[in-house]
């Protein structure tokens, strides 16, 4: 079940004085962003992911992770207050968080989602490391045929999951595989460059990212003067934040289930923490008796806390093991990877397990500080969502060209960023999906070198017949026409996470 030896490399390799100081300040970071409605952890982690370059690789990861851990807990503050998640990955929590506030118990829930927060981040913590090595050995069968079936299945999975229709997302998946094809190709040859010297390496990735999800947001609330105008913000009370937090700890059942969605939910690429979220109050709901789920129960809060927290640590389990990256942060964070000279997938894992342990030891160490920055930040809630716009975006847009301008210090860059800003404000307006570009975009980069692989080795013409005739690719290949079908015929029940 574990490989002891790269368990001790990458626990040791935790040692390290900058962790200290890095863990801590990206929770905090990530919980503060969260928690300001609009603003979701891949904002965050896209915002601060140029000043990481000076950073050796696991520094830069396991800082990245902690902003990510801090997110996803984050936007349950203004769902349970305001009745309006910080975060899709909060979009259950508002069923029952908010109706106990109104209630008078919003002290209570939050210390409910707190603790539901930290158990099923630990509990999916402990599931993933234990399996980590075996599927890093499991990865280990995927040549360049799977790799390919892979790609094409997150690919149909994002476009099902993603937009007002099919049509729209697999489009939208198609446009960002064309553009992550600019650049030189592996022949030479010279692809949409228009003879600008910055596109020979591509259209960089963190203008396009930092385009597509910061600038659309930021242009939606020009026209508002704050972010929220709900006056429902209290003092918090940390006695019975304590006291939530503890009877979070009788309803283990329900963390275990809904951790056990989240894990499996957030392995699914593209699939996303809010719908691991959904799935688990659902579950919940259907599975006891005469529950009030819905009616401010506290299990509601649990379970949709529970399963988000967990989904976590199942994309980025599978975004180590294949590199395909399970939503909107774990894409950024396979970009920050690759930028750091470091490709996920079957090599990364069976070369450097100690790498992956390390990254989900590092999570035992977030988790501990969980409790105390979510107090934290709750206590400073009521200022952080009243800063009026005039003051909040003029900073956000100020440090996102900054971050786009220090990345390779040319002005071409911050047009790109405002270029790719426009294109996903149109975008988000007529319903397609951001998300489905932006992985298909980072996914050209490795869907292309697989297909050239694949196409060496067997041929144009023997490359359908080798999918047909492998057993992994030809059930990713089935996986892929049911899942489609599946969701075709029922796509209006599942949820929209632009």
């Known amino acids: 079940m574990f490989d002891y030896a790269m368990l001790a490399q990458g626990f ?25 409605p609009g603003m979701s952890g891949s904002l965050a982690i896209a915002l601060v992911m140029p000043f990481t370059f000076h950073l050796s690789a696991l520094q830069a990861i396991i800082f990245l992770s902690s902003i990510f851990t801090g997110s996803v807990h984050g936007g349950s503050i203004p769902a349970i207050l305001l009745n309006m ?25 939050q210390g409910l ?14 599931l993933v490391l234990c399996l980590l090595h075996p599927i890093a050995q499991f990865a280990l069968l995927f040549g360049p045929v799977e790799m390919l079936m892979v ?8 476009a099902s999951f993603k937009g007002e229709s099919i049509p729209k997302g697999i489009l939208a998946g198609l446009f960002g595989l064309l ?26 990735v963190i203008p396009v990212l930092l385009g597509l999800l910061a600038l659309p947001g930021l242009f939606a609330l020009t026209t508002e003067q704050f972010v929220v105008t709900n006056e429902l913000l209290r ?21 275990l289930r809904s951790t056990l969605i989240g894990v499996i939910v957030g392995a699914l690429p593209a699939a996303g923490s809010s719908v691991a979220s959904l799935l688990a109050w659902n579950d919940t709901k259907n599975s006891i008796k005469g529950n009030k789920l819905g009616d401010g129960d506290p299990r509601g809060v649990v379970a949709s806390e529970a399963a988000n927290n967990s989904s976590e640590m199942g994309s980025t389990a599978v975004m180590l093991a294949l590199g395909i990256p399970g939503g909107g942060a774990t894409a950024i964070m396979l970009g920050a990877f690759l930028i750091h000279g470091l ?8 070369e450097n397990l100690h790498f992956g342990y390390a990254i989900f030891l590092a999570e035992f160490a977030q988790m501990a500080m969980m409790p105390f920055f979510a107090v934290l930040v709750l206590a400073c809630a009521n200022y952080i969502v009243k800063v009026p716009n005039r003051v909040l975006m003029p900073i956000v847009l100020a440090v996102t060209c900054w971050g786009v301008f220090a990345t390779r210090e040319t002005f071409f860059d911050i047009g790109i960023l405002v270029g790719f800003g426009i294109v996903g404000f149109i975008m988000q307006k007529y319903g397609y999906p951001v998300l489905a570009l932006l992985l298909g975009f980072i996914l050209a980069e490795i869907l292309e070198p697989e297909m050239i692989r694949a196409t060496a080795t067997f041929g144009y013409w023997d490359l359908p017949i080798q999918i047909l005739t492998r057993p992994i690719s030809l059930a990713l290949l089935v996986l892929t026409v049911l899942s489609l079908v599946y969701l075709m015929r029922n796509r209006d029940a599942l949820p929209d996470e632009n």
């Open 151 to 158: 790609g094409v299945f997150a690919l149909t999975i994002i």
């Open 179 to 204: 553009l992550g094809t600019v650049g030189v190709s592996w022949g030479r040859e010279y692809r949409a460059t228009f003879g600008s010297l910055w596109l020979i390496d591509g259209l960089p």
């Open 85 to 109: 998640p910080g975060s899709p990955a909060s979009a259950a929590t508002v069923f029952d968080g908010f109706k106990l506030a109104r209630e008078g118990k919003h002290n209570e829930a």
């Open 343 to 350: 490709v996920p997938g079957p090599r990364l894992l069976s």
């Open 113 to 126: 989602a707190i603790g539901a927060s930290t158990m099923g981040s630990l509990f999916g913590c402990i």
């Open 235 to 255: 003092r918090p009370d940390v006695s019975k934040i304590a006291q939530g937090f503890w009877e979070s700890t009788r309803y283990r059942i329900v963390v």
């Open 12 to 36: 040791t390799s935790l040692f390290d004085w900058n962790l200290l100081w890095l863990m801590p300040l990206g929770m905090l970071y990530g919980m503060v962003v969260s928690a300001i």
